[in-house]
């Protein structure tokens, strides 16, 4: 079983900065992706942005394209979302899942961090 743990979020104005942090835990495949979804109230999952297990492969959302970045540590498997330029619309629940298979398939998922980002 894997685990999990997503931490980072919190209240930010607009155009303010918060990093997420993604710790994975347990059996964990020798290699794997990464993804950080969001969810706002009312509206469905979103896919946010992407890491290949290398960490050279990053895909971004349209919406946060040039204000995230994702990142790892492989060493400490860690995954982070470094979010600048934070709009009121970037507000939503940040989730973080892993891919073992490295096919899109999130097998799982960690329990979620609020971001709220005030106007």
């Known amino acids: 079983q894997v685990q999990l743990v997503a931490s980072g979020g919190g209240l930010v104005q607009a155009g303010g900065s918060l990093r997420l942090s993604c710790a994975a835990s347990?059996?964990?495949?020798?290699?794997?992706?990464m993804g950080w979804f969001r969810q706002a109230p009312g509206k469905d999952r979103e896919f946010v942005a992407r890491i290949s297990w290398s960490g050279y492969n990053t895909v971004y959302a349209e919406s946060v394209k040039g204000r995230f970045t994702i990142s790892r540590d492989n060493a400490k498997n860690t995954v982070y979302l470094q979010m600048n330029s934070l709009k009121p619309e970037d507000t939503a629940v940040y989730s973080c899942?892993?891919?073992?298979?490295?096919?899109?398939?999130?097998?799982?998922w960690g329990q979620g961090t609020q971001v709220t980002v005030s106007s």
């Open positions: 899942a892993l891919d073992q298979d490295n096919d899109h398939v999130y097998e799982y």
């Open positions: 347990g059996r964990t495949a020798s290699s794997y992706a």
